[in-house]
T-cell receptor, first 115, second 115 residues
Framework: NAGVTQTPKFQVLKTGQSMTLQCAQD?????MYWYRQDPGMGLRLIYY???????DKGEVPNGYNVSRLNKREFSLRLESAAPSQTSVYFC??????????????FGSGTQLSVL | GESVGLHLPTLSVQEGDNSIINCAYS??????FIWYKQESGKGPQFIID?????DKRQGQRVTVLLNKTVKHLSLQIAATQPGDSAVYFC??????????????FGKGTKLSVKP
């Protein structure tokens, strides 16, 4: 039972480079999310997709784009990486956004360093 | 409890003792609360949740208490074990007259269990 799978686990970029973080879930969940986690901080929402075909900005969307490729996959793209985007990125999914008891299931994270 | 800045508050307990992790929230519109456990190098893992129409909810070895009067949430872990060592996050979700906000995560508390 894989749950939420993220790739890659580690990545080092130079300032200005681009890359895409991949995420896939096998729980048939409708909603998917991208968070970033910085040292000593809680998780901050970058973008989410409440359902296939929709995406919305979260708390910290600047510098990122997302694609909900299908129900299973939700990717996060950094077009021109900046040192401020050095962080650990987590993908998550939930059965349905905004239901009474919304539980998020998280992947194991991608540690990204931008030099 | 939750902290501001880079350094997480740390709770150190003896194996077998009970642990209490606290969380203060500020949004009186929040009606759903959830606790996550994050072990080193892993994604957050759901522990227990509670809705605002309840004061207490119990799971296996864990209890969540909600005090809406003072906007305080706590997680109690009974008979703490070395495997409980992790960072614990609380999260809240506000209900704006039927429109749900996003989950907002606290900065976390690090629990260390001494053998």
């Amino acid at each position: 039972n894989a749950g939420v799978t993220q790739t890659p686990k580690f990545q080092v970029l130079k300032t200005g480079q681009s890359m895409t973080l991949q995420c896939a879930q096998d729980m048939n969940h409708n909603s998917m999310y991208w968070y970033r986690q910085d040292p000593g901080m809680g998780l901050r929402l970058i973008y989410y997709s409440a359902s296939e075909g929709t995406t919305d900005k979260g708390e910290v969307p600047n510098g990122y784009n997302v694609s909900r490729l299908n129900k299973r996959e939700f990717s996060l793209r950094l077009e021109s990486a900046a040192p401020s985007q050095t962080s650990v990125y987590f993908c998550a999914s939930s059965e349905e956004k905004d239901i009474a008891n919304e539980k998020l299931f998280f992947g194991s994270g991608t540690q990204l360093s931008v030099l | 409890g939750e902290s501001v800045g880079l350094h997480l508050p740390t709770l150190s307990v003896q194996e077998g003792d009970n642990s209490i992790i606290n969380c203060a929230y500020s949004n009186s519109a929040s009606d759903y609360f959830i606790w996550y456990k994050q072990e080193s190098g892993k994604g957050p893992q759901f522990i227990i949740d509670i809705r605002s129409n309840m004061d207490k909810r119990q799971g296996q070895r864990v209890t969540v208490l909600l005090n809406k009067t003072v906007k305080h949430l706590s997680l109690q872990i009974a008979a703490t074990q070395p495997g409980d060592s992790a960072v614990y996050f609380c999260a809240e979700r506000a209900n704006y007259g039927g429109s749900q906000g996003n989950l907002i995560f606290g900065k976390g508390t690090k629990l260390s269990v001494k053998p």
